[in-house]
């Protein structure tokens, strides 16, 4: 079982390659198996579950038959190992800032990569053993929380609750549940997960990385019949905040309210014109006129590709995951409008090939090209890939499941 694993190390592992277990401060192993998961299961679950198949213990029946050799416990080794000096005590020893520094950036690599909603609520206790497992990658100090500022882990919870990152429930007397997480929170959508990090330093050839997409914007321009609204200001991409201010402002300058019924608004010859056909001595609600002004209203978006910014037209087509079985748990996924956010995949294949250690091939379909993977992995890994890669919104990133095919009944 993985809880009470002290892990040498953090490196890539496949579900069935084989391990040695030692105890705690002894080199010499104890029992040989083949695990039971890979380490992208492990690093998203948590350190649970069983880690190993074992198929040759100390004390087992092939062990009868060798020399009966006990292993070391460490105990021997403790006794006689040379005391660290101060100096390099001092080096593996995080400050308390240092401390409090990297247990935010723990907790926020747990929210945000670890737990999905589905696994709310959470124990606490069970959220600050993901927190101790999601330190960076080369980070070699003892996180410890005693060393901290907040010394315990429920005063660190909550100052996170103040801040509006989590809310925290109290079952009963000292038992807290984790029950929500502020997705929306700035910070929480300001922080990078480490997979990007973790590709780039892993692999020198993917250290000349450069990300094409630089954000999208989704928005509203003005038809030519309402660009008095602007008063010369130039007609670009708003928000629906920004054309709802254009239009009360307009209405405030000109008096257009009703001075009978100031929900209702008197409709001038320009509005007419550009809502209503030219009608004559028209008075709405301040509700109707916004809703009528909204439907004239144009759907844009702006999309910045390496540092430009191109204007479109309706809203962004999304990135398309097309999903089919090949059989068994292999499956083939054909990645479609890549390019619509600066993505080229006669370039990017070689990034999803090593990611998933798959084959990755281009072809054109129509006037775009398509990428194409084949392999045991699923579709939500790679969805998650291009959000922590490119950071692409993940709702425009749909994953489209082939229906499987009915069978025929003789």
């Known amino acids: 079982m993985f809880p009470g694993v002290v892990a040498a190390s953090c490196e890539y592992f496949d579900e069935g390659d084989v ?26 679950n948590g350190m649970v579950g069983k880690a190993l198949s074992v198929y ?19 105990e021997e080794d403790e006794l006689i190992e040379q005391e660290p000096s101060e100096e390099s005590i001092e080096v593996l020893k995080l400050t308390q800032e240092e401390t409090d520094q990297l247990l935010e950036i723990c907790f926020f690599q747990t929210i945000k990569r670890l737990i999905k909603d589905h696994d ?9 053993t993901l927190l101790l497992t999601a330190k960076p990658p080369g980070e070699e100090r003892d996180l410890a929380i005693k060393n901290s500022s907040y010394k315990k882990a429920l005063p660190f919870f909550r100052e996170m609750e103040q801040r509006g990152y989590i809310g925290l429930d109290e079952l009963q007397e ?9 997705r929306n929170h ?5 922080f990078r997960t480490y997979a990007k990090q973790i590709e780039e330093i892993s692999d020198d050839e993917e250290e000349d990385f450069e990300n094409p997409f630089g954000g999208i914007f989704e928005g509203f321009y003005l038809p030519k019949s309402l660009l008095f609204l602007l008063e010369n200001a130039p007609n670009e991409v708003s928000s629906a905040k920004d054309m709802t201010n254009y239009l009360t402002q307009y209405v405030n300058n000109n008096d257009l309210s009703d001075p009978n019924a100031p929900a209702n608004v008197v409709i001038d010859r ?22 009528d002004f909204r439907k004239k209203l144009k759907v844009m978006h702006t999309v910045n590709i390496n540092g430009i910014d191109y204007t479109r037209k309706g809203k962004p087509v999304p990135i398309r995951l097309q999903c089919n079985r090949k059989g068994g748990n292999k499956m083939l996924i054909t990645i479609y409008n890549l390019e619509n956010y600066g993505i080229d995949p006669d370039h ?17 379909e129509g006037d775009q090209k398509v990428m194409t993977l084949g392999g045991k992995y699923m579709s939500k890994d790679c969805q998650q890939y291009i959000y922590d ?13 082939a229906k499987p095919k009915k069978k025929r009944r003789n």
């Open 19 to 44: 391990f040695s277990v030692s105890l705690y401060r002894s080199q010499e192993p104890v029992a040989v198996g083949v695990t039971l998961n890979g380490s992208d299961h492990v690093n998203n």
């Open 56 to 74: 040759h213990m100390y004390s087992d029946h092939l062990w009868l038959t060798g020399s009966r050799k006990a292993p070391s416990t460490g």
């Open 120 to 128: 709310l609520p959470l124990p606490i206790n069970r959220l600050y």
């Open 174 to 182: 000292g038992v807290y549940m984790l029950e929500t997480i502020n």
């Open 186 to 190: 700035i910070d929480y959508e300001r």
């Open 270 to 291: 320009r509005l007419s014109n550009a809502l209503y056909n030219g009608k004559n001595n028209l008075k709405v609600s301040k509700r109707d006129l916004f809703t």
């Open 348 to 364: 990017f294949k070689t990034f999803f090939s090593r990611k998933f250690s798959t084959s990755a091939s281009t072809r054109r």
């Open 389 to 401: 890669m490119f950071g692409i919104p993940k709702q425009l990133v749909e994953v489209i499941q």
